[in-house]
């Protein structure tokens, strides 16, 4: 008889299941997981993942990708985002598996955005998906849909102040400044304040003297490496203030990005900048950038 890897080749899917049947061999596990994908009974290969998850788990890396694509597949993508979490909670990860896990909210994301792609939603099931939502990914998904947002400006309204995540509530914001919506709306801010703001008339991001001059100086720092994760954590301060201006100290905080970045990339600080890290004033704008990080 071939091997059971041959068998698969030829497609011979239910001898291999008739082989690795009641067998707990973790090769004979993913030899039964193909033949069950190969024939489209997904319920039966979810039911032999969820059976034998502590052995299978021994790959992680073929189980993860796997799992997934047949959630996917199945277009069950809460169960998706789900299943990521719990193998992102596991203890044992190598660097491999880290790689992927970081990329599978993206992923699914893209699967999703596919299917939502050719799938028309009425007004009906998009207000609906917009007040009751609470997959950021999945969201945004449905936010990039809307060709008309004046259509669902009080679901949008209420995003902007009842959504958990400062994030998504920009991202919104943002999107009824582009389109220059007519206020007053109210919008919870960074602070978790709810502050009144006219779309309309709010400056976009990056677009303050201060913004300007911190990019101009980041851009002239002589470690592009440096710079370029320094550009990523000022993105995102910006944001994170928004809709207010950032009104630092325009050297603090050049310094915090710098010695923030320095951080994050292991690079030791030389004698003055470990100074400046000792400085109440920029450990208090790091905080405030780390807290932007977290948030954005």
Known sequence: MDKIDTLLEKGNYELVLKITKNSDDIKYLFYRLAAFVALEKYEDALALINS????????????????????????????????????????????????????????????????????????????????????????????????????????????????????????????????????????KNSRDEIQEVCPQVLHEPFSSTIDREISNRINKYDDPTVASVAHQIFSSYVLFVYPEYITSDIDILYQSLILLSKKYLAINLNNTEQELSNNPAISECISSLEKALKNI
Do not use: W
């Open 52 to 187: 034998k998850k502590s052995i299978m788990e021994q790959d992680l890396r073929l189980l993860i990708k796997t799992h997934i694509n047949i959630l996917c597949v199945l277009e069950r993508f809460d169960e998706a985002y789900d299943a990521a979490k719990d193998y992102a909670e596991l203890p044992y990860h190598s660097q491999e598996v880290e790689e992927i896990l970081k990329e599978l909210p993206h992923r699914i994301r893209n699967e999703e955005k596919k299917v939502l792609g050719k799938k028309k939603l009425s007004e009906e099931e998009m207000r609906k998906i917009l007040l009751s939502e609470q997959n950021d990914e999945r969201l945004l998904g449905i936010l990039q849909k809307i060709d008309r947002i004046e259509k669902y400006l009080p679901e949008l309204e209420n995003l902007l102040v009842a959504y958990p995540h400062l994030s998504i509530r920009v991202f919104i914001l943002l999107t009824l400044v582009k389109v220059k919506v007519n206020g007053p709306i109210k919008f």
